[in-house]
C-alpha cells in the first residue's frame, strides 16, 4: 500500500514548505519582539540602536509610569466589561437574524438582504450616526458604543449561508418533535455552529477591544473611557505621571517616550492575544464554514 510521502520529491516539496512557513512566522513575530524589548530598554538604547531583540540593559520605568495609577486598571476593567457584554450583544443579533434570513418560508426575505448589502456599500457618516445616538439618548453610556455596531452584515452574510448548509431533515426532526424555531435554533442549530460562533465571536471581541474612535466620541466622562482611550492620554501626555503627580516615587525616573509607546502596545495586546489559543482550534474552520455557497 502506497504512503503520503511515496517518493523523494514529494518529502523534499513537503521539507521546503514547512521551512518557508518556519521562517515567514518568525519574521511576522520579530516585530512584537522588538517591541517588547524595546518596552524594557533605556532612552539611551532606543537612539543608538535601531533593531534588536534583547535590550543591554533592562528598565521597567515605561510600565512604573503607565501602572503609576489606579486609572489603568479601572480602565482595562472597563475594556473588558464592554468586550463581554459587546461581544454577547453582537452575537445574540448576529444568529437570530441570520438563522431568520436563512429560512426559504421567510416573506420579504430577499428584501431584507437587499437592504444588508447596501448597508455594506453606502454609510450616512460620522454625523448622522453621532445624531442617531444623541437622539437616543445614549450619549456617555456604553450602550453608545456597543448597539450602533450591534450586527456586521458582512459577518450576517457569512453566518447566514452556514446556517442554509445544514441538513434540513435536522430542523424536521426536532419541530416533529414539537420544538419551535426558538427551540431549534437553541438546541439544533447552536450546537452544530460552535465553530462559527467561536470565530466571529472572536472578531467581534477583538473590535470591542480595539474600539477607539467611537469611546473617544460619545464618553465625554473620562472615567467611563476604555483601555484604548486611556493608553492614548498616557501616550499624549508623555512626561506626565498618570493620577496625582504626588503618589509617585520621589525617586522615579522619567521614562522615555518611545518606550512608553511600545509598552502601551504591549499592554494593549497581550489581553486580548490571550484568547487566541482557546478558540483556536475552531478558527481556521469557522472562516470557511459559511464562505462555500451563497
Same mark, same amino acid.
Not at 81 to 99: D, E, K, R, S
Not at 197 to 218: D, P
Given at each position: 500500500m502506497s504512503t503520503k510521502h511515496d517518493t523523494? #520529491?514529494?518529502r523534499i516539496f513537503d521539507g521546503a514548505n514547512y521551512l518557508f512557513l518556519a521562517l515567514f512566522a518568525l519574521i511576522t513575530a520579530l516585530p512584537f519582539v522588538y517591541i517588547i524589548a524595546g518596552s524594557f530598554a533605556t532612552e539611551a538604547e532606543l537612539a543608538e540602536r535601531s533593531f534588536f531583540l534583547i535590550p543591554r540593559h533592562f528598565s521597567n520605568n515605561a510600565y512604573q509610569y503607565i501602572f503609576s495609577s489606579d486609572t489603568i486598571f479601572r480602565s482595562m476593567g472597563i475594556s473588558i466589561f464592554i468586550?463581554?457584554? #459587546?461581544?454577547?450583544? !453582537?452575537l445574540? *443579533?448576529?444568529l437570530t437574524?441570520?438563522?431568520a434570513l436563512s429560512r426559504k418560508e421567510l416573506m420579504g426575505r430577499n428584501l431584507f438582504m437587499n437592504m444588508i448589502i447596501f448597508s455594506m456599500l453606502f454609510s450616512g457618516g460620522m454625523i448622522p450616526a453621532y445624531l442617531v445616538v444623541k437622539e437616543l439618548g445614549l450619549i456617555n453610556s456604553y450602550g453608545a458604543v456597543i448597539?450602533? #455596531?450591534?450586527? &456586521?452584515? *458582512? !459577518?450576517?452574510?457569512?453566518i447566514r449561508n452556514f446556517f442554509q448548509q445544514l441538513p434540513a #431533515?435536522?430542523?424536521? &426532526?426536532?419541530r416533529i418533535d414539537g420544538c419551535t424555531d426558538l427551540g431549534v435554533l437553541w438546541r439544533i442549530v447552536l450546537p452544530l455552529s460552535k465553530p462559527v460562533i467561536a470565530t466571529f465571536g472572536l472578531f467581534y471581541a477583538v473590535g470591542h477591544w480595539n474600539n477607539f474612535f467611537s469611546s473617544l466620541l460619545y464618553l !465625554?466622562?473620562?472615567t467611563k473611557w476604555p483601555l484604548q482611550v486611556m493608553l492614548r492620554e498616557i501616550v499624549m501626555l508623555s512626561q506626565l505621571a498618570v493620577g496625582d503627580l504626588s503618589t509617585m516615587d520621589p525617586n522615579f525616573v522619567t521614562p522615555p517616550d518611545q518606550a512608553v509607546k511600545m509598552a502601551?502596545?504591549?499592554v494593549g495586546t497581550l489581553p486580548i492575544l490571550f484568547v487566541y489559543p482557546f478558540l483556536q482550534k475552531h478558527f481556521a474552520k469557522g472562516v470557511l464554514l459559511g464562505s462555500i455557497k451563497g
Amino acid at each position: 500500500m502506497s504512503t503520503k510521502h511515496d517518493t523523494l #520529491g514529494e518529502r523534499i516539496f513537503d521539507g521546503a514548505n514547512y521551512l518557508f512557513l518556519a521562517l515567514f512566522a518568525l519574521i511576522t513575530a520579530l516585530p512584537f519582539v522588538y517591541i517588547i524589548a524595546g518596552s524594557f530598554a533605556t532612552e539611551a538604547e532606543l537612539a543608538e540602536r535601531s533593531f534588536f531583540l534583547i535590550p543591554r540593559h533592562f528598565s521597567n520605568n515605561a510600565y512604573q509610569y503607565i501602572f503609576s495609577s489606579d486609572t489603568i486598571f479601572r480602565s482595562m476593567g472597563i475594556s473588558i466589561f464592554i468586550t463581554v457584554v #459587546g461581544t454577547m450583544t !453582537n452575537l445574540a *443579533f448576529t444568529l437570530t437574524m441570520a438563522y431568520a434570513l436563512s429560512r426559504k418560508e421567510l416573506m420579504g426575505r430577499n428584501l431584507f438582504m437587499n437592504m444588508i448589502i447596501f448597508s455594506m456599500l453606502f454609510s450616512g457618516g460620522m454625523i448622522p450616526a453621532y445624531l442617531v445616538v444623541k437622539e437616543l439618548g445614549l450619549i456617555n453610556s456604553y450602550g453608545a458604543v456597543i448597539l450602533p #455596531g450591534a450586527i &456586521s452584515a *458582512f !459577518n450576517l452574510i457569512v453566518i447566514r449561508n452556514f446556517f442554509q448548509q445544514l441538513p434540513a #431533515g435536522l430542523e424536521e &426532526s426536532a419541530r416533529i418533535d414539537g420544538c419551535t424555531d426558538l427551540g431549534v435554533l437553541w438546541r439544533i442549530v447552536l450546537p452544530l455552529s460552535k465553530p462559527v460562533i467561536a470565530t466571529f465571536g472572536l472578531f467581534y471581541a477583538v473590535g470591542h477591544w480595539n474600539n477607539f474612535f467611537s469611546s473617544l466620541l460619545y464618553l !465625554n466622562d473620562h472615567t467611563k473611557w476604555p483601555l484604548q482611550v486611556m493608553l492614548r492620554e498616557i501616550v499624549m501626555l508623555s512626561q506626565l505621571a498618570v493620577g496625582d503627580l504626588s503618589t509617585m516615587d520621589p525617586n522615579f525616573v522619567t521614562p522615555p517616550d518611545q518606550a512608553v509607546k511600545m509598552a502601551v502596545i504591549v499592554v494593549g495586546t497581550l489581553p486580548i492575544l490571550f484568547v487566541y489559543p482557546f478558540l483556536q482550534k475552531h478558527f481556521a474552520k469557522g472562516v470557511l464554514l459559511g464562505s462555500i455557497k451563497g
